[in-house]
């Protein structure tokens, strides 16, 4: 059974910084990438970033790209997104979510197994 963790959110200021971590647990050696999501409320599930199982490429949503990464650490079944110079619209709950066959990474329907969420709340 697939378990994904996800911490790491919290209340911050505009302009200020955030590292998520979703560790991941129980079969997932055969999964064929990671993501991260947000949705806010009232609003669609929203892409954010992919990075695939061996860590080689990632994918950025364009409404982060150049303040949000993603990366991975094998050694800890665990991946990261480090999100910079953060506004007020990306406060959201933010998911991470395992892809096996999936072939579209910016759908959610691709994952098969999610976390349960941490907010992430940026004040202006």
């Known amino acids: 059974q697939v378990k994904l963790v996800e911490s790491g959110g919290g209340l911050v200021q505009a302009g200020g910084s955030l590292r998520l971590s979703c560790a991941a647990s129980?079969?997932?050696?055969?999964?064929?990438?990671m993501g991260w999501f947000r949705q806010a409320p009232g609003k669609e599930r929203e892409f954010i970033a992919h990075?695939?199982?061996?860590?080689?490429?990632?994918n950025v949503a364009n409404s982060v790209k150049g303040r949000f990464t993603i990366s991975r650490d094998n050694a800890k079944n665990t991946i990261y997104l480090q999100m910079n110079s953060l506004k007020p619209e990306d406060t959201a709950a933010y998911y991470c979510?395992?892809?096996?066959?999936?072939?579209?990474?910016?759908?959610?329907?691709?994952?098969?197994?999610w976390g349960q969420g941490t907010q992430v709340t940026v004040s202006s």
């Open positions: 990075v695939t199982m061996s860590g080689t490429y990632t």
């Open positions: 979510a395992l892809r096996r066959s999936g072939i579209v990474i910016e759908n959610p329907s691709s994952y098969a197994y």
């Open positions: 129980g079969g997932t050696f055969d999964s064929d990438g």
